[in-house]
């Protein structure tokens, strides 16, 4: 489909100068924020008047259905680089009340962290890169992004956009090739200041310890195995097309996917067979068609790694009661799958699947829930769907996710803070929250 350049640490390095250069010294340097707001806002125009292109480039890159990159990738990319080119007049220190002896005038600043390698996963490709780049360059940052191997071209055309927005050379540089050639020297480099990482888990630890050379500051957005709850007073038709979306949204391919179905006793069959039964309506195929609405997975190494956890599934006990192997005979397709007679020790109630597999249990009460659905390394995120708010808060309240959808999923808004507790990751991407984790704090004292 295309070639794209397979770039190594010397190119890690040359980008990491220029975007040093360019941070220390280059015309970023002394913009005013209202201008790096407009060229933001001018990025997103250009984002928006090139959205079809963009959907089609992540139909092909990726795989998932046109209709879903139309719907949800590009606009959210849009929407994410408006949001934050508001923040760029926005961000504000403090006056401080001192209470040390003496008189004193004291106040804050937040200025920005610095250069920031950016690394990013192949579900969402375009979006991940505007949840990258929109807050790093509203605070004042550079930027070095290593998109996806899998995935690299709407990185690579929201780059040429970046120039034509009249961004300044080596404020962004995006370096394609592998986490082993360009990745792994990003998140060492000892001129680097901060890494913002999105992907799995085991990827995050290694991160962490490449950052840890020059201490660079981390931020990581890493997997999960998200507690969808359907109790029992819910309608029954919602919980089931909520549950259903909640996994096999983009193939399942989704860090804060509705993995683990916990269903109330007394709705428990209903539900599960409702949401097999909604298996059905699933149309697989290429993403091109515009009748369908569950691409493939993106790799050759996905679909093993998926079918593996299907095959280990039925060994630990699992049933299916929809799906259960490989769609066809070519192509990277799985069926959607419905795994029952699951319990809390099974891997593939564990571990982070990434395919269109749901495991469903069934639980008693408010106790029982809390103590499963907790019962995980991860926290990223949950679901809850019933009709009974006041249950609804105090299960929110005691879940350890960085996300709870109550009676919807899977719902992003530019202004919402997402992130992970436990090893889901630390810091939060969007909302003014994540503008913490591209800025620094410093404390001016002046004595009167
Ligand atoms: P990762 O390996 O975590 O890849 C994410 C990004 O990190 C990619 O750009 C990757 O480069 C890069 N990378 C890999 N090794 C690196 C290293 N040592 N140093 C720096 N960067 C490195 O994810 P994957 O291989 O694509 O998928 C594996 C599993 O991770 C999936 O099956 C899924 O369970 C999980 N996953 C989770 C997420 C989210 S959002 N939580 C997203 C994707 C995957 P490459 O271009 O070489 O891949």
Known sequence: MAHVAQGEKEDIDRAVRAARRTFDSGPWHTMTPSMRGRLLNKLADLAEQHSEEFAQLESLDNGKPLSVARAADVPLAIDMFCYMAGWATKIEGNTIPMSFPGQYFAYTLREPVGVVGQIIPWNFPLLMAAWKLAPALAVGCTSILKPAQQTPLSALRLGELIMEAGFPAGVVNIVTGFGSGAGAPLAAHPAVDKIAFTGSTEVGKMILQAAAGNLKKVSLELGGKAPNIVLKDMDVQTAIAGAAHAIFFNQGQVCCAGSRLYVEKGVFDQVVEGVAEHTKKIKIGSGFDPSVTMGPLV??????????????????????????????????????????????NMRVVREEIFGPVVVAQPFDDLDEILSLANDTVFGLSAGIWTRDISKAHRIAAQLKAGTVWINC????????????????????????????????????????
């Open 299 to 344: 790799s050759d190494e996905q679909l093993s790694r998926v079918t593996g956890y299907l095959q280990l599934g039925m060994s630990e006990g699992a049933k299916s009661l929809a799906g259960g192997q490989r769609y066809g005979d070519h192509g990277y397709f799985v069926e959607p799958t419905v795994l029952v007679s699951t319990n809390q």
């Open 409 to 448: 999923y899977n719902v992003f808004d530019a202004a919402l803070p997402f992130g992970g507790y436990k090893q889901s990751g630390w810091g939060r991407e969007m909302g003014h929250a994540v503008l913490e984790s591209y800025t620094e704090v410093k404390s001016v004292c002046i004595g009167l």
